[in-house]
């Protein structure tokens, strides 16, 4: 208290009773923690408005990386369309990623162009020999970076669905095989028949 010693404070109040000693000390006790909890209250109150901050700056951070992507997918989109049409054929993509320094830029992307021709499939789907702008940047926000669960859970479902359809074929490939081992047996017990 101002460098005076507790002691020095609480001996006046010890010659009128001894009772007070006691409250004194719970007096100085429960405002130190009172003080201390209101401080405390204000600092974690800063941080949480803090950490809603961060949030929200994250979330900005990234709706800014996703439209910065988009542009830059649609510069590379125009600069690889060299007729002009609107759509990248596989010619104009595989010219187009001739230049080294293209392939470097894609892989800072996350757009790794190891192989253009399994990159065009990949971004086409594997069904066209033009994609169109839309379906480009659609494409290569696909595949863009590592595999996500839900992309491993759509494979596994997608091998799944086919290895019932590559069962069912099976299973009549069987039947067929068996029906045609049948045919060609009756086929040479009428031959030996015919022959007597």
């Known amino acids: 208290v101002g460098g005076v010693d507790w002691t020095d404070v609480v001996r006046p109040l010890e010659e009128i009773s001894m009772l007070y000693r006691p409250v004194f000390s719970a007096y100085i006790a429960l405002m130190v923690i009172g003080v201390l909890n209101v401080l405390t209250g ?25 439209e910065q992507f988009l542009f830059e997918m649609k510069r590379i989109f125009e600069e690889a ?33 190891f192989d253009a021709r399994t990159l065009f499939d990949m971004i086409s789907e594997g069904n066209e020999d033009e994609i169109p702008m839309e379906a480009f940047i659609a494409g290569c926000q696909r595949i863009k970076g590592q595999a996500k669960g839900v992309d491993l859970v759509a494979v596994l479902q997608e091998t799944r669905a086919l290895n019932r359809k590559l069962k069912v074929v099976m299973r009549r490939l069987e039947c067929m095989n068996m029906s045609a081992v049948a045919t060609l047996d009756d086929f040479r017990s009428y031959s030996r028949s015919s022959d007597v």
């Not at 408005?49 to 996703?66: F, H, K, M």
């Not at 060299?82 to 996350?110: C, H, P």
């Open 81 to 113: 369309d060299a007729d002009g049409s609107g759509t990248i054929s596989w010619d104009e993509f595989k010219m187009y990623l001739e230049n080294s320094r293209v392939k470097a830029y894609l892989s800072t992307q996350q757009l790794d162009a």
């Open 42 to 66: 204000i600092f974690v109150g800063r941080a949480c408005e803090l950490s809603g901050l961060d949030r929200d700056l994250v979330i900005q951070n990234q709706l800014t990386r996703d």
